[in-house]
Every structure is written in C-alpha cells, then in structure tokens.
C-alpha cells in the first residue's frame, strides 16, 4: 500500500503587510475564491480599499479586508506596503 503524502502548499505565506487597491477610478476589482479568473468573485472593490497581505501565487496575492473576509486577487492592482506588521 503506498503511502499517501499530503499535498505541497499552493501559495507562499508572506509576512503580512497593508496595502490597496490601485487601479483608474470608477473601475472595480473582483476578488476571487481562488487565484484564477475562472474562479468564483467574492466580492468587488474599488481602487484605495485597503487590505492585509496573505500569501502569493505567481501573479496572484491572497488578502484579507478589514471585514474578515479573504480571497485572492491579480498583484498588478494593489500597492504594498513594505512595512511589516503584527
């Protein structure tokens, strides 16, 4: 019987940063459960919603709104703060 071995992680876990949402005015961004953009949206936001840095995958970044809620958008549209937190 071969021995099942659990899955290597899909993302990087980062060191948790603030950062927004940065992109033309008027236009909105779609969170997505998943980093795909076959995933299913979430949410939507518009540019200067902040939010907390999770994890990264390829272009993709997982973030946490101030509300709690979390899911993964395209990196090309936020601004990260360098800054560390705790």
Do not use: A, C, N, Y
């Not at 200067?48 to 993964?72: A, C, H, N, R, V």
């Amino acid at each position: 019987q071969k021995e099942q071995r659990s899955p290597t992680p899909t993302s990087t876990p980062v060191k948790q940063s603030k950062g927004k949402i940065s992109t033309d005015v008027g236009s909105t961004i779609r969170m997505r459960s998943k980093p795909s953009t076959s995933s299913e949206i979430v949410t939507t936001m518009k540019s200067g919603t902040e939010f907390t840095l999770m994890s990264e995958k390829d272009d993709w970044i997982e973030i946490q709104l101030p509300t709690g809620q979390k899911g993964w958008i395209k990196k090309e549209f936020t601004t990260i703060d360098q800054k560390e937190t705790r």
